[in-house]
T-cell receptor, first 118, second 108 residues
């Protein structure tokens, strides 16, 4: 079964350092997302991406965050200068069709990248 | 503001029991997703509903649009069903608004 692959599975970094989290979505998927989950809290939307541009972003997704699809297969989330409060599990997700256009459409999540900022 | 509320927060059951998890959502949410999160953290989509009822194996999801309420049922529960079950609402865009999750433990 096709999978969304995320790397690294766990990254530890010092406050102020730049971090890049990588995702390889399913090959025929067109819509890409980043979500995050701070330990013990609910999953929160960060950003959605379609046709090589951001289609929506949350208030969390400030100037310290950026996303890119550099080579047609990878989808990356960059945090420019990490803060302690960026420590969380970051989930990449992808879907073939935008919701509502097909009942069979499935949003597929990666296993997550755990980021620890010290 | 779009919101999603789940109950109960925690649920324990004996193997074989019928389980129901409830989700209420606010105006502006047009579809409801049910997801399963395992202890390792991975998230799996179970259902997406905008009306009626869907069934997959022992899982059944229903939605009542007038009451803005959805339920996830697990028939003949099994210890391997132990996980966090999350409902998430989708409004006018494709982002999901997650509930806090229901932690289910099924004992043999």
């Amino acid at each position: 079964e096709p999978e969304v692959t995320q790397t690294p599975s766990h990254q530890v970094t010092q406050m102020g350092q730049e971090v890049i989290l990588r995702c390889v979505p399913i090959s025929n998927h067109l819509y890409f997302y980043w979500y995050r989950q701070i330990l013990g809290q609910k999953v929160e939307f960060l950003v959605s991406f379609y046709n090589n541009e951001i289609s929506e972003k949350s208030e969390i997704f400030d100037d310290q965050f950026s996303v890119e699809r550099p080579d047609g297969s990878n989808f990356t989330l960059k945090i420019r200068s990490t803060k302690l409060e960026d420590s969380a599990m970051y989930f990449c997700a992808s879907t073939q069709l935008i919701f509502g256009t097909s009942g069979a459409n499935v949003l597929t999540f990666g296993a997550g990248s755990r980021l620890t900022v010290l | 503001k779009n919101e999603v509320e789940q109950s109960p927060q925690n649920l324990t059951a004996q193997e074989g029991e019928f389980i129901t998890i409830n989700c209420s959502y606010s105006v502006g949410i047009s579809a409801l997703h049910w997801l399963q999160q395992h202890p390792g953290g991975g998230i799996v989509s179970l259902f997406m509903l905008s009306s009626g009822k869907k069934k997959h194996g022992r899982l059944i999801a229903t939605i009542n649009i007038q009451e803005k309420h959805s339920s996830l049922h697990i028939t003949a529960s099994h210890p391997r069903d132990s996980a966090v079950y999350i409902c998430a609402g989708q409004g006018g865009t494709d982002k999901l608004i997650f509930g806090t999750g229901t932690r289910l433990q099924v004992f043999p």
